[in-house]
């Protein structure tokens, strides 16, 4: 089941969404296959730490996060790689690597790629390695208020 804070929190806000079952997969380009949704309109979660301090990094499965295109446009003075044991202290009741794309329910900052804003939907695993969450990228705009900005690359 998909974490229960994210699916009330979407129920409480009268959001839309479909909860899609797939078999178990770890990588994004995985999930992506196995639940054949587009690459490009599933959103993958990135831990990264801004200045120390944890934050979500949001961005098609077919891309990856440039760090340095990051600092910028965050302003921060350090952005590294949140580690897995920070990951569990912050998730505990998310598998590890699938948490979803809500930095707002865990009192962290959103930074979502610009390139996520073509899509009129939005996909993304919901706590577990076998379930996606998909709906509107305007809902998810309006609840998580992501920071928006180009720091994500191809390939």
């Known amino acids: 089941m998909p974490v ?8 409480a806000n009268g959001v839309k969404y479909v909860v899609l079952r797939h078999s178990q997969a770890f990588t994004a380009q995985e999930v992506a296959a196995a639940a054949h949704v587009p690459g490009g309109e599933l959103a993958k979660t990135v831990m990264v730490k801004l200045d120390g301090k944890p934050a979500m990094a949001v961005l098609p499965a077919s891309r990856h996060v440039v760090f340095d295109r990051l600092q910028e446009a965050s302003g921060a003075a350090e952005v590294e790689l949140a580690g897995e044991d920070e990951l569990q202290a912050l998730f505990p009741s998310c598998e590890l690597g699938a948490m979803p794309p809500f930095g707002n329910l865990w009192e962290m900052p959103v930074w979502m790629d610009e390139s996520l804003s073509d899509d009129p939907e939005i996909a993304f695993t919901a706590g577990t390695h076998t379930e996606l969450v998909r709906l509107s990228r305007e809902d998810y705009e309006r609840l998580v208020r992501p920071q928006v900005a180009a720091f994500a690359a191809k390939g």
């Open 4 to 11: 229960a804070k994210l699916i009330d929190y979407l129920d």
